[in-house]
């Protein structure tokens, strides 16, 4: 580009010089011709300025020449006189172009006085014709032409030399420049030991020094990096071991302390329950009750801990069915009323005729828990419970409370384990800081994460979506029917555990129910008694762990067998182990926890012994607390 734009640049210089000299040898013509014709014209010598003129074109090149008067006559003319122009008084310019032609005109005037000549000595000065001279401009082509020419042969000479050049250059410096490009392009890709052959000095040789140093830095870089992960690697390794047997420790030892703990806690429980019926001193019962309060406080501690092991081991199984919402929403009015009214506040549900496809245990359990934390901590105006309806298939159940709200800092927090907003002191009546904790695991569960929404002082928002259903094949729903009696006439229950102080405290529990009770430790010890009262048991309760390693599944799989298959049959465990949970709930019995309260295994019997419905299946809970 550099040689064309030169080239270009010294021919039109050229060309533009031409042009000018065609133009100066053109009015230094007509100028040199008008001083010379002055004396001729003036004195009409026409022979002379013919000859002149003549002698002019052959030796300028011009076209033609001529000599004008001054009324626009030509006297002389010399070469092509139609190339001449035609006069008029006054030219309007001295020269001019037109076509190939250019055109110049000069006024020729009086000679100047000479005391020599008398003739001129009395004339004045003054315009007397005109000389025109007609140049043709086919030279100047030519010369362009010619200039072109020379251009061309100098910009190709100077072509072939700069690609004469380049291809040196290619030839030394592009071999190198490829290699360095392949070279970064490996260590690119990860090769990290590839190397340039260092063989080019200067500034091309510091490169390729500089190449290989890198690559070197960057293989020794990967080196150390390999061994901090390798390193790093197998310290997480044994911190995870350490971790996962830590975790297991600490299940294996909350399970057996669960059950060293459940077992007494149970036995107390049922000895204040018998207790209290036989009380009739004011009181001795108000003692009672406030032991009874701390047993109970102390239930609820190892019942929410057992929720979260089950929760943690995987043995809560969802098993969801299409079910309208409103018997979801009265049951837990009818609970959660009275605690409200108890603090002064208003609990709202508002009906609805949705139905949902969910679990209905599950869901119950999770609006429970964020009902009671709503009024928990709502000092003053009220609790609503309600359902939105959401995009496409989508419902929303959401709990609203007027309280104390959460601070957004913490608002991440409230769904961890023990913890709690304005509980430093640990006062139980203001809960163990476990029920979110519960929540969030169950929402997980149903695939329908808890979502809060809160301002400080003024109150927060907790809910959690769900699928709606079609109403169409819901079973209709039933109230539950209050049995008249606590049992039917000679209802007889087989009751097995392995722990002497709660066979006697069930004895004097069912005693002042007056319910018929075969107790022992022992399977083959309760059959043997039922066979020799000749009696048949309406239910079977039986804890899991027994002695020498039998469990309560083979004890209930041993009674079935001998007395009918029909009999409803109950677990009873204060174990939290995961393996122990799965098992039960792979039996298929329903499972009753230690401590448990009296007033729910009453409600249990009622139920069962009432012939109002069998226990339930599948592991599960038999009742809600």
Known sequence: MGVIL??????????????????????????????????????????????????????????????????????????????????????????????????FLEEVRSPTADSDDPYLATSPEQSIG???????????????????????????????????????????????????????????????????????????????????????????????????????????????????????????????????????????????????????????????????????????????????????AGAVAVKPECFRVSGLLRRLEHRFAPMAAEKGLHLRVVPTRMAVHSDPVLLERILGNLIANAIRYTDRGGVVVGVRRGQAEAMRFEVWDSGRGVPEHFQKRIFEEYFQLDNPERDRDKGLGLGLAIVERLSGLLDCPVKMRSIPGRGSCFSICAQRCAEDGLAQETEATQPGRLAPENAMVAFIDDDEGILEAMLELFDSWQIDLAVGTEAEEVAADLRDMRREPALILCDYRLREGRTGIDAIRLLREQFGEHIPAMLITGDTAPETLKCIQESGLPVLHKPLKPAKLRAILSYTLAGEGQAPEGGGEAAAD
């Open 6 to 103: 030169a080239a270009g640049y010294f021919a039109h210089r050229s060309v533009q010089e031409t042009e000018q000299n065609l133009f100066r040898r053109g009015q230094d013509m007509t100028q040199r011709l008008a001083q010379a014709m002055s004396y001729e014209l003036f004195v009409g010598n026409t022979l002379y300025m013919k000859r002149l003129l003549d002698y002019e074109r052959t030796v300028q090149g011009a076209l033609s020449i001529g000599v004008a008067d001054g009324r626009g006559r030509w006297e002389a003319i010399s070469g092509d006189g139609g190339a001449l122009p035609v006069l008029g008084y006054k030219p309007e310019s001295r020269a001019r172009r037109e076509g190939h032609l250019w055109l």
């Open 130 to 312: 005109w000389v025109a001279v007609v140049l043709d401009d086919t030279s100047l082509h030519q010369a362009r032409a010619e200039i072109v020419l020379a251009s061309a042969g100098i910009m190709s000479l100077l072509l072939v030399l700069a690609g004469g050049i380049a291809w040196r250059l290619s030839s030394r410096l592009g071999g190198r420049l490829r290699g360095l490009a392949q070279t970064v392009e490996r260590i690119a890709d990860g090769d990290l030991g590839a190397r340039v052959r260092e063989v080019a000095t200067g500034e091309l040789g510091v490169l390729e020094n500089g190449v290989n140093r890198m690559a070197q830095t960057l293989e020794e870089n990967r080196r150390d990096l390999e061994q901090r992960i390798r390193d790093a690697t197998a310290g997480l390794r044994q911190q995870t071991h350490a971790a996962e047997a830590a975790v297991l420790a600490k299940s294996k030892f909350l399970a057996a302390a669960s059950h060293d703990l459940r077992q007494p806690l149970h036995a107390m429980t049922l000895l204040i329950a018998a207790m209290k019926e036989r009380i009739s001193d004011v009181e001795a019962r108000r003692l009672a009750e406030h032991v009874e309060s701390s047993a109970e406080a102390m239930q609820n501690l190892l019942n929410a801990l057992l929720d979260l092991s089950r929760l943690d």
